[in-house]
Each structure stands twice: as structure tokens, then as C-alpha cells.
């Protein structure tokens, strides 16, 4: 595959040609330590962000517009085919720049002040840019569990909780959380190892619906 390939396909054909290069290229794509680790809570990408940008001139959007696992995003599974990534967040999306000639590897572009991607404070000069990743995704999550730690000791109050414990209920929220777009494509990648549990969809730190209950028991 080279880039034309990708260029000269359109809307779900082009995503579709992204997902089987992603594909084809698995082994290369591996998770690395400790992400691939049983306890460890992994975050993988979705090309997916809020802003407004659009690819023109030449800049190539891979995705054409349409929902899919971030091109720079690992897939799994962890150890012992373990579900990896235990979640999906948005991770911005990522355009590259199309050359003159095919290329066999695209360069995705850098930080840019216009998007598209995750919008984040930056030194002075930019104040804001926008950026796109994996790690972005990750610091969203983070700030999630984090959250999710002060409800399990809320919930839990009275009860002495081991560093386990207390692991094992905020990963567990945070996966009950997550869902399955069904405009999410993935093929031909199995979705265990493309998006995991599912995309972060619901955050209980924020409570749950009048028909809902949270039992917590030891």
C-alpha cells in the first residue's frame, strides 16, 4: 500500500483502505510494555475530536471524515489475550501530508494551532494548540479515574479498602462506562483488539440515572 492509495479512495472506502493497511501492519502495531499488562489500565485512541478543521490543499484526512481507531493507536491483546485497550478515548484527529510521489509511510503533521486535534494550553507565544495521540486520550482517562477514586471512597466509607480493591472498582467503572458506536468501524480488525471494552462514553463520577443503583460490596 502507498499513499495514493489512500488519496484516491473517498469517504468509507478511504477509511476502510486505513483499517486494512492498520491491519496488515498488526505485528508492527503491538502494544509495548506495561500497556499489554493484565492490571494496567490501557487507553487506545479514536480519530476523533471537536473541532472544525477540515483537510484542504494538501493535507489528508485518512479517515475522510468518518469515525475510526486513531492510524496511530496500538492494538491489542495484552498478556495471555487479555481484552487490550481496556478503553477508547477521542485522541484527536490526525492529518498528513500528501507529497508529490506515492509514499509507502505518511507523516502524520505536527502541533498546529488550527486543529484538527484535541485542543490543549501551550507555552506562551501559541497559548493554544491542538494535538492528537494516544497519550491525550490517556491524560482524559486519567483525570477520569481519578475522579472515580474519590466516588469508590465515598461508596466505601467505613470500610477498609486494599490498594487492590480499590484498583479493581475504578477500572470497573470506568469499563462500565464505556460503549460500542455502531458508527465506530473496525473491520477487519477483530473489536477486542481495535477498541477493547468500548469508547468512554458515560463518566459515574457524575452519578447515575434515578433508575440506577451502585452497590459496593467486599
Same mark, same amino acid.
Not at 484535541?118 to 482517562?141: C, D, I, Q
Given at each position: 500500500m502507498v499513499s495514493t492509495d489512500l488519496t484516491g479512495a473517498v469517504g468509507t472506502n478511504r477509511r476502510q483502505v486505513l483499517l486494512e493497511a492498520i491491519d496488515r501492519r498488526q505485528s508492527e502495531r503491538r502494544l509495548l510494555a506495561p500497556a499489554e499488562s493484565v492490571n494496567a489500565i490501557t487507553v487506545g485512541a479514536t480519530h476523533e475530536d471537536g473541532s472544525n478543521a477540515v483537510a484542504q490543499g494538501y493535507l489528508v484526512d485518512p479517515a475522510d471524515g468518518y469515525p475510526s481507531i486513531s492510524p496511530v493507536t496500538a492494538t491489542g491483546s495484552g498478556y495471555r489475550r487479555s481484552i487490550k485497550p481496556d478503553v477508547m478515548a477521542q485522541g484527536g484527529r490526525a492529518f498528513y501530508v500528501? /507529497?508529490?510521489?506515492?509514499?509507502? =509511510?505518511? #507523516?502524520?503533521?505536527?502541533?498546529? @494551532?488550527? /486543529? @484538527?486535534?484535541?485542543? =490543549?494550553?501551550? @507555552? @506562551? /507565544?501559541?497559548?493554544? #494548540?491542538? =494535538?492528537?495521540?494516544?497519550?491525550?486520550?490517556?491524560?482524559? =482517562?486519567?483525570?477520569?479515574?481519578a475522579r472515580l477514586h474519590d466516588v469508590v471512597e465515598e461508596v466505601a466509607a467505613g470500610t477498609s479498602l486494599t490498594r487492590r480493591q480499590r484498583a479493581a472498582a475504578i477500572k470497573a467503572l470506568l469499563v462500565h462506562g464505556t460503549a460500542w458506536p455502531p458508527d465506530l468501524a473496525y473491520d477487519p480488525l477483530s473489536p477486542e483488539i481495535a477498541i477493547g471494552n468500548g469508547v468512554v462514553s458515560r463518566d459515574y463520577a457524575d452519578g447515575c440515572a434515578s433508575n440506577e443503583a451502585v452497590r459496593f460490596s467486599q
Open positions: 500528501d /507529497g508529490a510521489t506515492a509514499q509507502e =509511510v505518511i #507523516t502524520l503533521r505536527g502541533l498546529s @494551532p488550527l /486543529g @484538527p486535534g484535541l485542543k =490543549v494550553a501551550t @507555552p @506562551p /507565544g501559541l497559548n493554544e #494548540t491542538h =494535538v492528537a495521540g494516544t497519550s491525550f486520550a490517556a491524560a482524559f =482517562v486519567s483525570r477520569q479515574a
